[in-house]
């Protein structure tokens, strides 16, 4: 008798066979059970009826509690109710270790408690589809890149300097070699695999110390970033708009089962397909201040700088698609963006901004290539010059235009599921006041 | 004119093109110059005239200094003596940005000096080749697991507590959390993976502060961690021999040009198919002490406990293919294994050792499944109790047979490129005594 899995079910219509898991639910009418079985790869309903099975093992399998796990044989049948469009006719069913009292019931639980039962809540069916379409996005990301000639360059986590500041940063000590930080992003290590492969990525986890509470931030989050040597602000436009359609879309393609699961309404993501709106600073300034004129009573208009969470959002929510906004003013950005040759007070810059509301999912750019001008920005920006010297290194060796952009899986993961709250896009968030299990 | 890269050349036989790319190395007889323009993607010949191109092109191409950033325009013909099958035939260059004078020089240099030039020497030929075929393993890697029903389940990288004892850990402050540690493996966590899974994987970045210096430690590196509910050693030992098949196997298709340049031999990697030699661990001190027994003078027998990397070497040149060492003495080994039923002082572990003497890739088992037997085991190892509170949940709540394996990604790369030091098998290597670039 083979032990199959329940996502392989169709291949043995009509024959016996024995599948191995857990036992996720069951509805009993005293003489007939079916018990929702679980197995990782998808949950079938096994139908055990008395008058088949005798009295002994229906009353033992009555009181196999919720959680165990259990070895099920029985016969294939497909049955059109089903999820899967299968059903199992059990002929024996096996305790392989009985469960304490699980602590997850099946109805709603609030999100703290949940979050101290991760290891536990990832069984349940939601937090497994979203974790599933988590996996299918990386698959994507990969696929898309290693499909476009990008190789992958991995950055390292523990470097000797900040990319952008160090107020948000984890600092240990390294042995004799003084503080090392975890990396808040690989791209200063991309550009120099650019210089080195012409197109590559850097895909893994990076971490911010922010002492931030929102529904929008983890303190460790994985971000993909492509950088290309040759490259400019429209090349990687172009890029992220494709990058983004082609993830959505093949979420769609392969994960409808977790979409229905987590309830998604999935007409707006069909639409995801280039060209994005395009929106400059300037223009998304006017849009947000008419906006703002417009409240009773008004809101005082905006007054430069970034854009913040509620601004974001009022942008994202005008559109359909993401919306591309480039062009911030410099003086708001990272030391190592180009300036506009067409207007120097504008850094060659583009954050996109998903819809529905969910904000920033991928930030880049152009990267100042011009030596001289670098280091003047590194000492405006007043950081250690000698912590630099090998990425000024890259303008000092043939240096070229070049730029890239960071996406962040998790907020693309919560935008794609429909999620309200980060945290539960990634298997074992981390947040300022979570760090179990 | 198209852009084009040196890796598409074959597709523009006869065509003029333009390359963007970098100035890798020049021969000149006074009135021809040949170019190795290097783009990322392979290196081309560029021949340009004397005659063809004027004397004041001539010149000026002739001043340009290596690894300066150029475009050169020519047209695409057939070469057989050229590594790719192509050259140029340039009919003009021009200059991107000129370098410096360029601290690489084509010959030799010392290790230390090239790893302080790391951001730079990705671009020589072999760094080059050697990050090719560790982006393939990589890919190898999500393509066999994905292939094969396994779910991507990412492992946190701050965790509360040790998998292994504390001492080689990097510990920081963690907001008002106390101390958190950088992950030395996600293993505990994939245990919980598979239990919602049934077969899941994590792929990261993992951390060991030893104070080691030797050419196969790194303290940041990459690992692969597969896990199976309902899985038992053997189950997971057929699975490794499996993977490290399916790797070298890719390799060997996909990156016949990279391993050339590195001079690599790949008949030995031809031969890595299953089954793997399989080797008890009572069997192994047994030929260990062979080994000792017969140098002049002889070496006192082997004394127990873990294998050093001497006696690695020694199991690992005696087979072409990776070894698998089984069924260690348990109180060598972490407090999750589980105790061989046959031999309670033995451990359902298994090593596997790469041929030519490279040591271990593979370090994996069955877990403990048992909640009392865990439980003593965890006080046996005088860890603290509260931490483990959530992986004994796994136990309490429809425990079962499970197993699964590490594999290390720069060990595997490695071998299969012949290279003595893992250093070179990471694009920015931390160790001990460096962290920069």
């Keep these: ?23 996720y639910n069951r509805r009993s009418s005293g003489k007939i059970q079916f018990l ?5 790869s998808g949950i079938v309903q096994a139908v055990l009826v008395l008058k088949e099975v005798g009295e002994e093992m229906f009353r033992r399998v009555e009181a196999i509690p919720q959680e165990s796990s259990i070895t099920v044989t029985g016969s294939v049948r497909a049955d059109a109710r089903s ?4 059903e199992l006719g059990a002929s024996d069913v096996q305790l392989v270790a009985a469960a304490q009292p ?18 536990l809540w990832l069984r349940s069916r939601k937090p497994h589809a979203t974790l599933r379409v988590r996996a299918e996005v990386v698959r994507a990301v990969r696929d898309f890149l290693d499909g476009r000639g990008f190789v992958l360059v991995d950055a390292p986590i523990l470097t000797p300097a900040a990319c952008e500041g160090t107020t948000t940063l984890f600092g240990l000590d390294y042995f004799d070699e003084g503080k090392a930080f975890l990396s808040q992003s690989g791209q200063l290590y991309m550009e120099a695999g650019a210089m080195a492969f012409g197109k590559v990525y850097c895909f893994g986890p990076t971490f911010r110390a922010e002492k931030s509470k929102t529904r929008r931030h983890l303190t460790e989050f994985w ?29 769609l393609e392969r994960r409808k089962e977790e979409l229905k699961i987590l309830e998604r309404d999935t007409k707006p993501l069909e639409k995801i397909q280039p060209p994005f709106p395009k929106l400059s600073y300037d223009d998304a300034v006017k849009i947000l201040n008419e906006t703002r004129a417009a409240q009773n009573p008004p809101i005082p208009p905006f007054g430069g700088g970034d854009f913040g969470a509620p601004d974001e959002t009022t942008l994202s929510l005008r559109h359909e698609k993401p919306v591309m906004v480039h062009r911030y003013p410099i003086s708001v950005k990272a030391f190592y963006m180009k300036r506009d040759p067409a ?10 901004l998903a819809p529905e509301g969910v904000g920033e999912i991928i930030g880049g750019g152009q990267r100042e290539d011009d030596l001289a001008l670098l ?22 060796y043939g240096s070229v235009p070049h730029a890239g952009f960071g996406l962040g899986i998790e907020r693309t993961v919560a ?14 968030p981390r947040m300022m006041y979570r760090i179990y299990p």
Tied chains: 1, 2.
Excluded at 343 to 352: F, S, T
């Design 102 to 119: 699980y602590p997850i019931a099946l109805q709603a639980h609030g999100v703290g408690f949940l979050m101290e039962q991760r290891h």
């Design 36 to 40: 929702q079985v679980r197995d990782g």
């Design 343 to 352: 207007a120097p007070d504008k850094a060659l810059c583009v954050d996109v």
């Design 223 to 251: 971000m993909v970033e492509p950088e290309i040597a040759y490259g400019t602000l429209d090349d990687v436009m172009s890029l992220a708009e494709e990058f983004i359609s082609f993830i959505v879309q093949r979420v």
């Design 1 to 23: 008798m083979p032990f199959a899995t329940i996502a392989e079910l169709s291949k043995y219509d009509g024959q016996t066979l024995t599948l191995r898991g857990w036992l």
């Design 415 to 428: 935008w794609i599921c429909g999620t309200e709250h980060v945290r539960e896009c990634i298997p074992f």
């Design 83 to 86: 999820p899967g469009g299968y």
């Design 375 to 396: 280091e003047g920005r590194i000492a405006e920006h007043q950081l250690p010059k000698e912590a630099f010297e090998w990425y000024l290194d890259l303008r000092r």
